[in-house]
């Protein structure tokens, strides 16, 4: 059954990245079939493609979300449960817990970040590179163990202008850093905050006073440079802005706050990783899926017209391979199990 699929990388436009397709065709049961019978496949292709892999015309998952669910397994062990996770309800799929839900419709009605100024470059392309673009970030660094894979499967994309998904290469901006810089992130731990928790730059630079954290909610120690246990590439892993700790960070063992040493090699970081070359912006159609790996690449969302267009997004999120480093660990993120936090 490996024949089934044909991959093509990269992506159009980019140095990384696949897309998968079943030879003969099919829709979304096809797909899922083909790759529960040769379950090695998808994930070699996604390794081999450095953490990006699209498959698309699988609309008929929206209905049917146990499939979108039995493909997520062929990427991992667990696929998060998030009732587990202290996530809002209104967030989670009612039937399927498994599925965490991106949208501007009620009852999710989560906002879409806003739009950057000016909302083009000189050049007249959408912007990708910090901080023209920002709310880059890996999805939970501020977990630990952190988790491996996300898919992300368009229901209801909004058109194509609108809505994006940018992806940045951590594998590939690692490589091309100078020596220099290299030798200042490699052994480097940054220090990763909930989102929402009090702890974003935007709140070290309003002087918002710490509360007291519960286990679970303490800010959690990263690599900066992160080896796949995979691939064995090393990748920059880090974020910017609002899933870092800028109060007792960025980076451990530098000038914390967000105008300090560590600020300051941060926003170098953020703006070697996103140049336009380690890059790829996609443009949702209906049914398509992203598969990411959130051990080498870091992502952002962008603008859409949240009065004119509804967007409905589905995730799931895989653990099972975070690597050597964390061999042993109980999930920091769960209350009864949150020991092994760094604050």
């Not at 194509?160 to 810089?181: N, V």
């Not at 992160?226 to 960025?250: F, I, K, N, S």
Request: with cysteine; net charge negative.
């Amino acid at each position: 059954m490996a024949e089934s699929f044909e991959i093509i990388t990269p992506l159009p436009g980019t140095h990384f990245g696949a897309l998968a397709q079943l030879r003969k065709g099919g829709a979304a049961q096809a797909v899922v079939a083909a790759a529960e019978a040769a379950p090695e496949v998808l994930p070699s292709a996604l390794a081999r493609a450095n953490g990006l892999l699209l498959l698309r015309g699988l609309a008929a998952m929206a209905g049917d979300a146990s499939l979108l669910v039995r493909l997520s397994r062929i990427f991992g062990p667990e696929v998060e449960d998030y009732r587990r996770t202290l996530t809002s309800r209104n967030q989670v799929h009612e039937t399927v817990p498994e599925i965490f839900i991106v949208s501007n419709v009620p009852p999710v009605n989560r906002a879409p970040p806003p739009r950057p100024e000016p909302p083009l470059t000189s050049e007249g392309r959408l912007p990708v590179q910090y901080p023209h673009r920002v709310g880059w970030h890996t999805d939970q660094s501020y977990r630990r163990p952190p988790p491996d894979i996300s898919l992300f499967l368009a229901v209801a994309p909004v058109s194509r202008d609108q809505g994006q998904t940018i992806f940045a290469s951590g594998t590939l901006a690692y490589a091309a850093l100078p020596e220099s810089l290299r030798r200042r992130v490699d052994g480097l731990e940054g220090l990763h905050a909930q989102p929402g928790s009090g702890r974003s730059r935007r709140d070290a630079r309003a002087g918002t006073p710490r509360r007291t954290y519960a286990a679970h909610e303490r800010s959690q120690r990263q690599p900066v440079v992160r080896t796949h246990p995979v691939t064995g590439a090393p990748a920059l892993y880090l974020c910017e802005g609002g899933q870092m700790d800028w109060y007792d960070g960025p980076f451990v063992g530098m000038e914390a706050g967000p105008n300090g040493e560590g600020a300051a090699l941060l926003d170098e970081l953020m703006a070697h990783l996103t140049r336009p070359e380690f890059c790829y912006v996609h443009e949702w159609d209906e049914g398509d899926l992203q598969v990411w790996d959130n051990r080498c690449l870091v992502h952002t969302a962008t603008w859409f017209d949240a009065a004119a267009q509804q967007r409905v997004m589905w995730r799931t999120t895989v653990h099972g391979n975070p690597g050597p480093l964390y061999a042993g660990e109980k999930k920091s993120w769960i209350p009864e199990l949150a020991d092994n936090s760094t604050d």
